[in-house]
């Protein structure tokens, strides 16, 4: 009573809702949002690392006292403010520096577009997964009726000496099987829900009514566009890594306003030579530039280059793998699709045969005409025709949205209600 009890609250707590209401759900993804933010992190180290090419502007200021011991020509103290203006006028790497950074960026973007469709395609295969095995379920159900139909009526028999004892025993052990095949099944069904609710964060209990149409668009695979801005990373690369054979040129202007605190008075015999010739407040202005070259470094620099250089050349195989690897893919999952609609007639016409002969047969069964054997075969293959009709329509479905997902589409652009 307690765990019917717990059933109830349970599905009284679920929502109800179609495919297309799910999948809007997915934007409170923990893991999306997670690569969201890893996302807008990169946004900001590009926008970083272009604005640090940019002159920068610092303000330095302090206090100065000579105590005790001074030069002659030391003041007492110096108050000192200065504005430094430093820019990086050449380091041999500023305009890769800037795209890397520009492509990493869109690198993480389109990851976390593919992390979307991802969850997408979980939610598409979850979503039917769980429909196929309520209507499994809504079999067993009905082949546990049958059953105990079968079993009270046996025993009926079995009372009067009609039906031997060990038909009874195999009904009963029948049943039990079933029952058990069915606990199996709505565990399954309590697993799907539990793994909807992680992608979504909502308790969704999945309605009938909805559809995945296909698209004749070019392959636009995540995978193959992914590989394409790593290689063209591992070109910048590259080219980052001969920055070590360049000069870097700088330059630096500082200007500043100091105060003085002279003591005259200990200067009071030179008082008219040094007087004209020392300023209580002064401003200077100094202007440096200035390069440096690193023209040895053991070779350093060469290997640099020359793990750039293969770091590159994997990344194209590896872009070239990826746009074969989508394209046979395609063309497979093509030919699943096709199977799998002839597989649904096959099993359409098998489910048919299978009920005129389940009811041929229960009809002799009751007359005595055939054994229980074939009652009980006759019966598995009718409810099995069913269940395997409704786990191949769900296998169509789900097989329809991992093509758009390796075409690099959208799921939910192409799931429609019914």
Same mark, same amino acid.
Request: aromatic share 10%; with cysteine; hydrophobic share 40%.
């Given at each position: ?144 009726? #049958? ?257 758009? #997902? ?13």
């Amino acid at each position: 009573m307690k765990k019917l009890s717990l059933s109830l609250l349970m599905s009284c707590a679920l929502c109800a809702g179609n495919l297309q209401l799910m999948l809007k759900s997915i934007e409170n993804n923990e893991q999306l949002k997670a690569k969201n933010y890893e996302t807008q992190s990169k946004e900001k180290t590009f926008e970083s690392i272009k604005y640090k090419y940019y002159p920068s502007v610092s303000l330095q200021g302090g206090f100065v006292s000579f105590d005790l011991d001074k030069y002659l020509v030391n003041p007492n103290n110096i108050l000192s403010a200065s504005v430094a203006i430093d820019a990086l006028i050449y380091d041999g790497k500023r305009e890769q520096n800037i795209k890397l950074s520009k492509k990493d960026y869109e690198l993480n973007k389109l990851e976390e577009e593919k992390i979307k469709n991802e969850l997408e395609l979980k939610l598409v295969s979850l979503y039917y997964s769980y429909l196929a095995l309520a209507q499994n379920i809504e079999y067993k159900n009905k082949h546990i009726e #049958y059953l105990k139909a079968s079993l009270n009526r046996l025993e009926k028999l079995n009372q009067v000496g009609l039906r031997p004892d060990d038909e009874l025993e195999i009904f009963r052990a029948k049943l039990e099987l079933v029952k058990n095949e069915l606990q199996n099944l709505n565990y399954q069904k309590d697993e799907i829900l539990s793994n909807i609710y992680l992608i979504t964060n909502e308790h969704y209990k999945p309605l009938k009514g909805s559809a995945v149409l296909l698209n004749d668009k070019e392959n636009n695979s995540y995978d193959v566009r992914i590989s394409a801005l790593k290689d063209e990373m591992g070109e910048l690369n590259k080219e980052l890594s001969l920055a070590g054979f360049k000069p870097i040129i700088f330059a630096k202007n500082i200007t500043g306003l100091s105060k003085n605190n002279i003591g005259y008075t200990f200067y009071t015999p030179f008082n008219s030579t040094f007087t004209s010739r020392v300023k209580d407040k002064m401003f200077s202005n100094v202007l440096f530039i200035g390069f440096s070259w690193n023209i040895f470094a053991f070779g350093a620099d060469k290997k640099a280059y020359e793990s750039a250089k293969l770091a590159s050349l994997s990344a194209k195989e590896l872009y070239m793998f990826s746009k074969k690897n989508a394209s046979e893919k395609e063309k497979l999952l093509n030919l699943k699709i096709d199977n799998l609609k002839e597989e649904i007639i096959a099993n359409e016409k098998v489910l048919q045969a299978s009920e005129l002969a389940f009811s041929s047969i229960a009809k002799k069964y009751e007359a005595g005409l055939v054994g229980y054997v074939e009652y009980l075969n006759a019966l598995e293959s009718s409810q099995g025709a069913l269940a395997k009709l409704s786990f191949v329509k769900a296998k169509l479905e789900i097989t329809k949205a991992e093509l758009l #997902y390796n075409k690099g589409l959208k799921i939910s652009d192409f799931v429609i209600d019914l």
